[in-house]
């Protein structure tokens, strides 16, 4: 699933998720891609006899007219898309003693994995929503001889998952003891230690296991090598090791070390091409050179095809609305935050102007970069690069191939 096609999916969730029945009115139906068509309507024909014995009337007509309109929708199908789909139906309560009407299929960027028919008073998403959950996921373990920490890196965050700390003495023995006795006792201390991490670190990680690209061991020399070199890992763990890498810390601070350090290794992950996009931003702004932000002046680079890449935030949430005069015909593009409703007067004749259309702006910004052949990357608000271009800079950002008016 592409970047544009994951911030699509996820917005439509968030708008379903907003919307409630006054009852337990709202239908929502996965259907598996393996599912026969046939045998869903003979199912939905039983639930819809049933449904007439609800109590309340105001339920009982919102359910049944929902199963008979996706009873009217299943009519175009022969069979279920290739990953399946889910069909929510239903009364939408507006406020206001309004009411709407709603039919909508989401075929989903991965196979629906159960057949479930579901009746509240909200859409039931979380099948829907565990798909947007990143499934790789890399494993981290900072370790030196005072302590370790392991953790997962999935997605763009980074969790702990354990910590551990030594018992293993100093370099300078203590009392009378010999320095043969103190150096072996030493040496028992830190295999045991390292036996520890590593108990913890396959209690930790195994349960990742189907989703885990590879495990990142950070700490000084010879720690990590020590400890990466006795095979303290489970086997699945240990052939999973894709770098040792020398780090200062090996408490939590260690593992934000540990994957910065480990760039090359995890070129491809969003979060490392993040930093470097945002961090190539930021260098052309400290130069004054090709860089812009803001809608307007990013907007304007766009359309006279300056814009090379175009940096938009996942947490923008701004729509892009056009309005007309219905006496004069005068049009007006405003950018709101969503969900504001204020239509603007017209400057001509003062009269209240009407909504034509209304478009999220960041899907609205990203056709017209690809439109006029800029690359677009969709940033998340998860690392601190994404709060930063959230925060600092509007959510809106340009990379440029050339200023215009600096030739």
């Not at 219905?326 to 969503?338: D, L, N």
């Given at each position: 699933?592409?970047?544009?096609?994951?911030?699509?999916?996820?917005?439509?969730?968030?708008?379903?998720?907003?919307?409630?029945?006054?009852?337990?009115?709202?239908?929502?139906?996965?259907?598996?891609?393996?599912?026969?068509?046939?045998?869903?309507?003979?199912?939905?024909?039983?639930?819809?006899?049933?449904?007439?014995?609800?109590?309340?009337?105001?339920?009982?007509?919102?359910?049944?007219?929902?199963?008979?309109?996706?009873?009217?929708?299943?009519?175009?199908?022969?069979?279920?898309?290739?990953?399946?789909?889910?069909?929510?139906?239903?009364?939408?309560?507006?406020?206001?003693?309004?009411?709407?009407?709603?039919?909508?299929?989401?075929?989903?960027?991965?196979?629906?994995?159960?057949y479930k028919y579901?009746?509240?008073?909200?859409?039931?998403?979380?099948?829907?929503?565990?798909?947007?959950?990143?499934?790789?996921?890399?494993?981290?373990?900072?370790?030196?001889?005072?302590?370790?920490?392991?953790?997962?890196?999935?997605?763009?965050?980074?969790?702990?998952?354990?910590?551990?700390?030594?018992?293993?003495?100093?370099?300078?023995?203590?009392?009378?003891?010999?320095?043969?006795?103190?150096?072996?006792?030493?040496e028992i201390a830190i295999h045991?230690?390292?036996?520890?991490?590593?108990?913890?670190?396959?209690?930790?990680?195994?349960?990742?296991?189907?989703?885990?690209?590879?495990?990142?061991?950070?700490?000084?020399?010879?720690?990590?090598?020590?400890?990466?070199?006795?095979?303290?890992?489970?086997?699945?763990?240990?052939?999973?090791?894709?770098?040792?890498?020398?780090?200062?810390?090996?408490?939590?601070?260690?593992?934000?070390?540990?994957?910065?350090?480990?760039?090359?290794?995890?070129?491809?992950?969003?979060?490392?091409?993040?930093?470097?996009?945002?961090?190539?931003?930021?260098?052309?702004?400290?130069?004054?050179?090709?860089?812009?932000?803001?809608?307007?002046?990013?907007?304007?680079?766009?359309?006279?095809?300056?814009?090379?890449?175009?940096?938009?935030?996942?947490?923008?949430?701004?729509?892009?609305?056009?309005?007309?005069?219905?006496?004069?015909?005068?049009?007006?593009?405003?950018?709101?935050?969503?969900?504001?409703?204020?239509?603007?007067?017209?400057?001509?004749?003062?009269?209240?102007?009407?909504?034509?259309?209304?478009?999220?702006?960041?899907?609205?910004?990203?056709?017209?970069?690809?439109?006029?052949?800029?690359?677009?990357?969709?940033?998340?608000?998860?690392?601190?690069?994404?709060?930063?271009?959230?925060?600092?800079?509007?959510?809106?950002?340009?990379?440029?191939?050339?200023?215009?008016?600096?030739?």
């Amino acid at each position: 699933m592409g970047t544009k096609l994951t911030y699509e999916f996820k917005r439509k969730l968030e708008e379903l998720e907003k919307m409630k029945g006054r009852g337990t009115e709202l239908i929502t139906l996965y259907i598996p891609p393996d599912k026969n068509i046939a045998d869903i309507s003979n199912q939905l024909r039983n639930e819809l006899s049933q449904a007439a014995n609800i109590k309340s009337k105001q339920t009982r007509t919102s359910v049944m007219a929902g199963l008979e309109a996706i009873l009217q929708r299943l009519k175009y199908y022969k069979k279920p898309p290739q990953n399946g789909m889910v069909i929510l139906s239903g009364n939408i309560d507006l406020g206001g003693g309004k009411q709407k009407q709603i039919t909508e299929i989401i075929e989903p960027p991965e196979p629906v994995p159960l057949y479930k028919y579901h009746c509240n008073s909200s859409f039931y998403l979380d099948p829907l929503k565990e798909m947007l959950k990143e499934k790789k996921i890399y494993g981290l373990i900072v370790i030196d001889r005072r302590e370790a920490t392991v953790g997962i890196l999935r997605g763009k965050r980074i969790e702990v998952l354990s910590y551990s700390s030594s018992m293993v003495p100093g370099k300078h023995r203590q009392g009378g003891q010999s320095s043969v006795r103190f150096e072996r006792l030493r040496e028992i201390a830190i295999h045991e230690f390292y036996k520890k991490v590593g108990e913890k670190a396959t209690e930790a990680l195994l349960p990742h296991l189907q989703n885990l690209v590879g495990i990142l061991i950070g700490g000084p020399s010879p720690t990590k090598e020590e400890f990466y070199e006795g095979e303290y890992l489970h086997h699945e763990l240990q052939r999973r090791v894709i770098g040792l890498f020398d780090v200062s810390y090996t408490d939590e601070s260690g593992l934000f070390e540990l994957v910065e350090k480990a760039q090359d290794a995890l070129q491809e992950l969003d979060l490392i091409r993040e930093k470097k996009l945002i961090g190539r931003f930021l260098h052309e702004i400290a130069r004054d050179g090709l860089s812009a932000y803001g809608e307007d002046e990013v907007r304007e680079y766009l359309n006279i095809g300056a814009v090379d890449t175009l940096l938009l935030s996942e947490g923008l949430r701004y729509e892009r609305i056009k309005y007309r005069c219905p006496a004069c015909g005068e049009e007006k593009v405003i950018t709101v935050r969503e969900g504001v409703n204020q239509p603007p007067k017209c400057d001509k004749d003062g009269v209240e102007m009407e909504e034509e259309d209304r478009e999220d702006i960041v899907l609205e910004l990203s056709e017209l970069a690809e439109s006029m052949g800029a690359k677009v990357e969709f940033i998340s608000t998860d690392s601190e690069e994404g709060a930063m271009l959230l925060n600092a800079f509007g959510g809106i950002a340009a990379i440029l191939r050339f200023k215009p008016n600096n030739n």
